[in-house]
């Protein structure tokens, strides 16, 4: 079982910058791929950005040049440096591992992009 915890979300101004962790339970480097996935209300979750083992990402049309995922192996943490935020950003963020043979979820963590 892996168990993801996470943080850094809040309420920010347009235009401002959150970063959000998802800490893991075990060693990342155990784990195939990790994400990151947003739901706003009454929208269905849509994924946001996506990092393998090996350090490939991929981002949606929507976020690309202005967020960043990242991982510190050291740390068993995944990172989402979110800048650029805008009102339709808003959303609770998921963090999800993927092994060979299970995926994990978070339990979200909210932000609120409002002036």
């Known amino acids: 079982q892996v168990q993801l915890v996470e943080s850094g979300g809040g309420l920010v101004q347009p235009g401002g910058s959150l970063r959000l962790s998802c800490a893991a339970s075990t060693s990342i480097f155990t784990i195939y791929a990790m994400g990151w996935y947003r739901q706003a209300p009454e929208k269905q979750r849509e994924l946001v950005a996506t990092i393998t083992n090996g350090g490939n990402t991929n981002y949606a049309d929507s976020v690309k040049g202005r967020f960043t995922i990242s991982r510190d192996n050291a740390k068993n943490t995944v990172y989402l440096q979110m800048d650029s935020l805008q009102p339709e950003d808003t959303a609770v963020y998921y963090c999800?591992?993927?092994?060979?043979?299970?995926?994990?979820w978070g339990q979200g963590t909210q932000v609120t992009v409002s002036s």
């Open positions: 999800k591992a993927t092994s060979t043979t299970k995926t994990y």
